[in-house]
């Protein structure tokens, strides 16, 4: 017997995979934000909304609340998760950040071993350029507003980064609450470099310049050779799971 025998269907899951049909159906009529001890509630129909670990979904800030609310109240016959994306990011807060904060951390300041930005193309020269243009003013940031001189390398050899610039990451990330981190780890892994990602953060770079910073590889290749439409479509995917991280910060903005 398989071990998903029994198993409800992922809605996530059914969503990627165009089975709209399959999706539970809109089940509520009211939505509202509702106080919650010292944050914020979404209820559904007066029913506090819960995690998918059964958590109730509890909200630092009412501008949150009300975002993840309007989310709700724009399903129409079926309750599309791909459609609910700082829906999606509150719950994994609540599941998989929150009592979790220092493993969560941990993950982040891994990537200064193997950020994006210090490992550069050998060749083309174009390419090289394009790299040089846009990485180079950010490890310049990095260095001057986080104190971490990132080391660069060429080709795939791993680049070793000194203690100092790994304890300066960690210093940037060391504040961060449960909802920052969600951000922070989520931009992290889509971007493949914590210091775009801080960058961001820190408002040194707009998202659109972060995105494009992050895909200067497949930009170029694109302008060389042409655009792949499967390839363009999940990268607008993913570009729009980075937004929505980007969003979740500023929405959450006034708690760390």
């Not at 059914?14 to 049909?21: D, I, K, M, P, Y």
């Not at 506090?48 to 909200?59: A, D, F, I, N, S």
């Not at 490992?119 to 394009?130: I, K, N, S, T």
């Amino acid at each position: 017997m398989s071990d998903d025998a029994g198993r409800k269907p992922d809605p996530v899951e059914l969503a990627r995979t165009g089975q709209v049909r399959q999706l539970p159906k809109r089940f509520y009529r009211e939505v509202m934000v509702a106080a919650r001890g010292s944050g914020y509630g979404v209820h559904l129909d007066g029913r506090p909304l819960r995690t998918p670990g059964r958590l109730v979904l509890v909200l630092p800030t009412a501008a949150l609340a009300s975002a993840i609310a309007e989310e709700w109240s724009a399903q129409v016959e079926h309750i599309n998760p791909l459609s609910m994306p700082l829906t999606r990011l509150a719950n994994s807060v609540r599941d998989q950040v929150e009592g979790r904060e220092a493993v969560v951390r941990a993950d982040i300041v891994k990537f200064a071993g193997s950020d994006l930005l210090c490992y550069r193309a050998e060749g083309p020269e174009g390419l090289v350029r394009a790299q040089a243009e846009a990485w180079d003013p950010v490890l310049h940031w990095a260095r001057v507003s986080l104190g971490a001189d990132l080391a660069v390398g060429t080709g795939i050899v791993h680049v070793a980064q000194s203690d100092a610039s790994r304890a300066a990451i960690e210093s940037a990330v060391g504040e961060f609450g449960a909802f920052r981190l969600a951000s922070a780890h989520v931009m992290t892994t889509l971007l493949g470099s914590v210091v775009l990602m801080l960058a961001t953060l820190a408002g040194s770079l707009t998202p659109d310049e972060a995105w494009r910073a992050a895909h200067v590889d497949e930009n170029w290749q694109v302008a060389k050779w042409g655009a792949d439409a499967e390839a363009a479509r999940r990268q607008e995917g993913r570009k729009a799971e980075f937004l929505a991280a980007v969003r979740l910060r500023d929405l959450a903005a006034d708690v760390s």
